[in-house]
């Protein structure tokens, strides 16, 4: 099957999990409430491209290529981004539902979540450098020898980041959420 090439294109209110989505390289292309769910996106190139309102969930997403893209109030619940292609993978995250995703051993320096919903996400041996997780839910959520140096925690809640397994360093976080970062010791904070 033949690879297409779509450039500068808006997809409104398509439904691909019926459809099935052509493998390809879509360019600067637009995706208005469309429909993911279930769907093979393996060896698909996005570059430039912005996702608004779509429901991602579960699609397969080998080798698929994320390059300066933008996701803003999808649904991308249950996804394996550890299996993307890592090369100048880049995303940013707006008011997203990623829960029970997975960025197992990603280096994703600079990332931006913002008020997103992070719960039970996995971000085992993850480099999140300079990443910023604004007004973001990371309840039970993964860190375990993740690098979260310089990152970005004061407007997050319900985290568990065990200091003793996890590289904090100059980390920052909000008084309130101290405690989050105390879980690990069972003790009690009144």
Known sequence: MQRVFKEDILFEQSDFSSTGFPTGDYENCHFEHCEFS????????????????????????TNTVFRDIKFIDCKMIGLHFQDCNK???????DHCNLQLSSFYKMKLK????????????????TDLT?????QCDLIRTTFDNT???????RTAYNY??????????????????????????DIEID
């Open 130 to 134: 300079n990443a910023v997780f604004d």
């Open 87 to 93: 090369m100048l993978f880049t995303v940013d995250f």
């Open 38 to 61: 279930s769907v093979n996106l393996s060896g698909v190139h996005f570059v430039e491209c912005t996702f608004n309102h779509c429901n991602v969930s579960l699609a397969t997403l």
């Open 160 to 185: 568990s980041i065990d200091p003793g397994i996890n590289r904090i360093k100059k980390a920052r976080f909000s008084t309130s959420g101290i405690a989050g970062l105390l879980d690990s010791y």
């Open 110 to 125: 600079k990332i931006r979540f913002n008020k997103s919903n992070l719960q039970e996400v996995d971000f085992t041996e």
């Open 147 to 153: 690098i979260l140096e310089k990152a970005d925690f």
